[in-house]
């Protein structure tokens, strides 16, 4: 048997109803929003999305998970790197949709090739006003992708391994939209900075997996 078969084994032993939570996702968040995190958006009607966290043999001795990193624009997660995903729409039948048809729009690939084998816990945004759903799938296959040229500059496959190493994971100063600058916890890894919502739910998935481990 492959790694990456020997991975997919035991993620599938992932208790999905049974899961770490928020208190695995605050370790990673910016210390002055996790008040607001916590709060979920009471009272202030956020909007739902879906995002997929991808696993596909990387290599014969790595599993992958693939970010994209936004482009520049006027908005509150400009050139930050993220789980393909987005806002969900009226067509979409549920969340789990919401992320399958996003990342087929962002990244190109295949939903009918995607099997998805849970959902994470919901995070709120406070940046942007969201709620977000993180769904787990995996393809037996390195997916050919094909990233949207507006709204992906650039794609990051990133080998599971780098998000186990201690040293990949650092406090830093990190310069917010508003042009202010807070040290923030962040997976740091080839120069890549993995932080905010995207590394919180990181974070879950990974213990996730040495609670089953």
Request: with cysteine; net charge negative.
């Amino acid at each position: 048997m492959n790694v990456f078969s020997q991975l997919i084994n035991d993620i599938r032993l992932i208790d999905f109803s049974s899961l770490p939570g928020l208190e695995a996702q605050i370790r990673m968040a910016p210390t002055n929003r996790r008040d607001d995190i916590r709060a979920m958006g009471e009272g202030l009607k956020p909007l739902k999305s879906g995002v997929l966290l991808l696993l596909y043999p990387l290599d014969d001795e790595a599993t992958g998970v693939v970010f994209i990193r936004r482009p520049q624009y006027n908005g509150v997660h400009s050139g930050q790197i993220s789980f393909p995903g987005g806002r969900y729409e009226p067509g979409d039948t549920d969340l789990m949709h919401t992320a399958l048809r996003e990342a087929r729009e962002e990244i190109g690939i295949d939903p009918e090739k995607v099997e998805v084998i849970g959902k994470l816990t919901d995070l709120y945004i406070p940046p942007s006003n969201h709620t977000v759903s993180p769904w787990v799938g995996i393809m037996h296959h390195r997916p050919a992708f094909k990233p949207d040229p507006v709204e992906v500059e650039s794609i990051l496959e990133v080998a599971l391994t780098n998000f186990l190493s201690e040293e990949n994971q650092q406090i830093i100063p990190i310069k917010l939209a508003d042009g202010s600058s807070l040290n923030t916890p962040c997976y740091l890894i080839d120069g890549n900075v993995i932080w905010g919502a995207t590394a919180m739910m990181m974070a879950e998935f990974l213990e996730c997996m040495k609670k089953g481990s």
